[in-house]
Nanobody, 122 residues
């Protein structure tokens, strides 16, 4: 059973930084594609950053240049470094794992963490 445990959310002011972490098992890390999504109440969940099938990162246009996704293959942790945060980045952030690439979005088989809230005040 795949388990994803997120941490690192919080409240910051505009321009601040946060680092989200997603811990999972070695088996999940080696067999699943992983990434970060976010959701605002009343809107659909959207892709933020994923690790593509060739190991390269893929970012949403809205976060390119500000966010960075990274895998720690020793500790089996997926990170999302978020810099220059804006109020529009306020959302619940979810770690995701799927047996296919998440580059084009999630699927019915996508496994989700419990989510961690990020709030950016102006």
């Amino acid at each position: 059973q795949v388990q994803l445990v997120e941490s690192g959310g919080g409240s910051v002011q505009t321009g601040g930084s946060l680092t989200l972490s997603c811990a999972t098992s070695r088996d999940t890390f080696s067999r699943y594609w992983m990434g970060w999504f976010r959701q605002v109440p009343g809107k659909e969940r959207e892709k933020v950053a994923v690790i593509d099938s060739d190991g390269s990162p893929d970012y949403a246009k809205s976060v390119e240049g500000r966010f960075s996704i990274r895998q720690d293959n020793e500790m089996n942790i997926l990170y999302l470094q978020m810099n220059s945060l804006k109020p529009e980045d306020t959302a619940m952030y979810y770690c995701a794992a799927d047996r296919r690439s998440l580059r084009y979005g999630d699927s019915p088989a996508t496994v989700w963490g419990q989510g961690t809230q990020v709030t950016v005040s102006s």
